[in-house]
């Protein structure tokens, strides 16, 4: 790792120089003001540990496990699209450092590589999904992940309207030539396999798009995103499939409760990166009423301005039982493709220890009893 680059702020201010301006907006801005961004790193800032001292921490384990996976250290890479504007080789260089540094890869259905060959890269994968107006291409989504090996259904429920991204707009954010939405690539001239009764066109004919004002993903989400999604759809998509399924996007108690009760096998405290509603609470703020209403009944994670090995264990003192890193995965992408994901990975790892040694804390079950008054 270069001396240069010692924090994910390194790695982000590095990216920024390095990534197309269209690329760097899309991924770095939030929805409307921007003020979710801020108050996302706040609420962990604002949040202090009580650690403990005389403690051997010589000789420390920072692994854990969530619905079967063995993590090395409670942390797992969230789901993002489009990461060929990061990088050339984008989601097979994520999932290949994943790999190498046994971390779990959720993989998003707005990748620009396949699910299925981002499946022949070893290594445990979650698929996140996107529900379509057209069931019955949501329905082949969800069969091809299980076909592929995917080990979990990451169901993304904060999005049944895009959240209005002003950078994107004023970009006319579209992909660039050659590059595409892989997963949808097969629904877009075809129906899939006779299931539907109309034709599938999930991305706009190229002429269809240089016609169009703003954002082009604003425009692909209010002609083919399900905004009626509801937990009667959580109940079909259960009969789909034998995956567990965990929520993405809950940020309220009584919703996180509903969930278990649905047969969910987890949530993920979100708000999208600040992505969707500005106006929402911040996830360190979310998280601690959530763990504690489902209690232990189902996986609890979070993610959101996570940048520094304390703000994992924040989580963890808080209820988590991992948190999720986003944008810090795209800033190591842009900065040295597969290894500038590693090193990023590697950053947190060590940084993690180095905070469970200060805390005291000899395993990851000690740290839930670090939360401050």
């Known amino acids: 790792m270069p001396k240069s680059l010692l924090t994910i702020a390194d790695y982000r201010k590095a990216a920024r120089k390095i990534l197309p301006r269209m690329a760097w907006d899309y991924f770095r801005s939030g929805a409307d003001a921007q003020t979710l961004l801020k108050r996302n790193r706040a609420g962990w800032d604002a949040m202090e540990l009580r650690p403990r001292v005389l403690v051997d921490v010589s000789n420390i384990d920072t692994s854990t496990t969530v619905l079967g996976l063995n993590l090395p250290f409670p942390a797992l890479i969230a789901p993002m699209a489009y990461q060929k504007l990061a990088h050339k080789d984008g989601e097979i260089a994520l ?79 579209e992909l660039p030539k050659g590059m595409t939405r892989a997963n949808l690539d097969r629904y877009s001239l075809s129906s899939v396999e006779g299931k539907t009764s109309r034709k599938a066109v999930l991305s706009p004919r190229p002429s269809t798009l240089k016609a169009m004002e703003g954002s082009h993903l604003s425009e692909l989400f209010r002609t083919r995103q399900d905004a009626s999604l509801n937990w009667r759809d959580i109940a079909w998509l259960r009969s789909l499939t034998d995956l567990p399924i965990l929520l993405k996007g809950v940020l309220r108690a009584d919703d996180a409760t509903r969930a278990s009760d649905a047969g969910c096998a987890g949530v993920i405290v979100s708000n999208h990166g600040g992505r969707q509603c500005d106006a929402a609470l911040s996830t360190a703020r979310a998280l601690p009423e959530i763990a504690a209403a489902v209690g232990g009944k189902l996986a609890v994670l979070v993610d959101g301005a996570i940048e520094w090995g304390t703000d994992i264990l ?59 008054g």
């Open 95 to 173: 999932a290949r450092a994943a790999a190498a540094s046994d971390v779990p890869y959720i993989v998003s259905t707005m990748a620009t590589t396949g699910l299925e060959e981002i499946a022949k890269v070893p290594g445990p994968k979650w698929f996140q999904l996107y529900c379509h107006k057209d069931r019955a291409i949501t329905q082949d989504l969800v069969q091809r992940a299980e076909a592929a090996g995917y080990t979990a259904l990451v169901v993304t429920v904060d999005a049944p309207v895009l959240g209005r991204r002003i950078a994107d707009e004023r970009n006319s954010f």
């Open 314 to 372: 924040r989580a963890l003192a808080l209820g988590a039982d991992a948190v999720l890193i986003g944008r810090p995965m795209l800033w190591g992408l842009a900065v040295g493709g597969e290894q500038g994901v590693r090193d990023v990975l590697d950053l947190y790892r060590s940084d993690f220890v180095r905070a469970m040694q200060l805390c005291g804390c000899a395993n990851v079950g000690t740290c839930t009893e670090l939360a401050g």
